[in-house]
């Protein structure tokens, strides 16, 4: 099966992947976060004045400016990270890959070769789709671990992703099958029956 | 077609007389759930009285055979030819249906145990690749029915094209490819898995304590304790430390024993088959398309007694996820075979062309972590609690960080990535050595990171994700990493070959 061969690779010829111009994300997007987080803060601040108003031993009596600016800063903190990793983000599509770049104090950069995505999922938040956004997410064999998700594209440009990137499945899927038309190998997918996951029938008494 | 004395299409039972060997099954299993009561039972010093006793075995025994019959009775199997599965249904209160569609199943064995053989009666199994698991397996049924049975589920799998076409209808007589004797599982035995068994034993003796207390014995524990704390200190530590080590030892001898003896690898056409185990015979089929990673380990005592440890990551069948993965070990195999066993699964040994070393920097911050950090809190805490002296608190720092030094010193030192064309070896360990291997073209997806800090010092890191695992190498020289993934990724993209 394996076909034996030994070509020289020059390393110096390849393409790079860390020369390749990255693509921010949809500046939308940025608002999409901010809007999130604001309202998840908002719900944050509840506790901290309903702790003020239900006191009856008046131990937080004048205190409560100290909640307030301690949440204050907090958010404001948050929101200075959320701009910095907005920033750092960054992807790019390659004819063979996707590379997708993110992290303030750890950068990671993330390639995902199409020809490995086993399936590739478009979505689209309530509030994305007011700002006509969407994230995509490729998924490999590789696990949860390797996925790769981007965050913050304009609709139309995940619609292509996801379409260019499922037409190299199709082709592979359909390069596998006349393989396995040849060779008889053992491989199918689409066909999926899941046994039961108590298959161990002496283990039920 | 060949005329069947069986019509599988109905469901069918098992041997009448298979009853007997669920019997075993159920009693084997029964006492392994209650040993520790039993054993309580048995060196209970309570006397009681013959008839007692009689009664109470009399009784299990009827319950047993009661459960083997129900078993025997709600097991039934037959062939549903429109969907093209076979069905298998059994329990008694929890009711379980399996099916296994034809195209999954690989191979279909007829086997015989000891107890199966005094009751000349075979057990069918049916197998689907990358599982230690047998996905069905039929108990008792008479020779006949077992061949007709195998005979019209790989006719029908047949008709399908997608079984393994090595797995024929004529039973070929396998010839074995590689046995691994006792000796070596032995050596084995006794240089590894130090730590697993030490676990398993406190989960023995916090079993047997446990039950002690129930029934009120626990004094019985509490006098030895008092007796062993007459003796001095010194004499106390060794006599434990002697004690815990054989016990250590025997329980790895006996565990490895049994769990791996008669191991034996016999090729079967593209894929080989792995049989072993002493009470439990365990059949696993490796399908070399399927590894994604070979894991070879060998510690310093192994390497003196010519031993290693292959373990083989495959890819889920099915699902093709790393979620499901799959480990299979191969214990205590000499260099030789173990380059068979690579060649088997690989065609050749991994050549290292290319090296990768870790940056300095990955030992100092083991030292920094490992060893200042805690060896500083200790200091701080013992000063503010004055709870050992000065001179014994120096004595374990010294020793400490001796110890923890020579550690994160070797594991610097085996710290490698070898890298050829077809292969990626990361090396790593400090004690147990371990070599992970990988074929780039199998690689699902790479990422590579790197701290802001060390955009200065040019050092990252690399890990390569395949779907049955990720190997990792940290604190290298990034330029270099850099370059390999581009080769790398190339070398994915244009591959041609079946990862799985």
Known sequence: MQEFKNEIIDISTLPKFEDVKLQPLQKEYFKVMLIQRSVFYTIFLIPIIALFFIDTNDFFEGKLIYGLLFWFVLVLLNFFYLKLSFRKKGFALREHDVIFKSGVISETTTIVTNNRVQHVALHQGMLSRIFGLASIELFTAGGSASDLKINGLLFEDAKKIKESVSERIIEITEEAKEQSVTLETEHQSDYQVIPNENNEPDDTI | MIQSNFDFSIPQRQSLIGIFVLFANTLQKSIRALWPIILVFVFNNKEYKPFFIYLTIFGIVVLITIIAFLRYWFFKFYIDYQLEEFVIESGIFNKTKTTIPFHKIQKVTIDQSLIQRIFSVHKLELDTAGSDKKEASIKAISQQMAVELKRSLLENTKEKALLVPETELV?????????????????????SNYLISFIYLIGIFSTISE??????????????????????????LLGFLIFSFTAIIITNLVITVLKYFNFTIKKDGKSFVLTYGLLNIKNTIINPEKVQIIKITQNFFQKKLNINTIEIFQASSDMKRASVKDRTKIPGCNTTEKEQIVKLIINRLPAKEVTLYPNIRKLLIGILFFIILPVSIGIVINYTTNRFPVNAIGLMISLYSLIMGLILFISYKNYRLFISDEFIVQQSGAWDIDHKIIMPYKIQAIKTQQFFWQKLTNIGSIELYTAGGRISFSTANFEEIKEQVN??????????????
């Open chain 2, 171 to 191: 039973e070929r007589q396998d010839e074995s490819f590689i046995t691994i004797s006792l000796p070596s599982l032995l050596k084995i035995g006794i240089t």
């Open chain 2, 211 to 236: 039950n002690l207390k129930q029934i009120g014995k626990e004094n019985l524990i509490d006098e030895n304790i008092n007796q062993l704390e007459r003796l001095p200190i010194v004499s106390l």
């Open chain 2, 487 to 500: 080769k790398w990724l190339y070398q994915v993209e244009v591959s041609k070959e079946n990862w799985m």
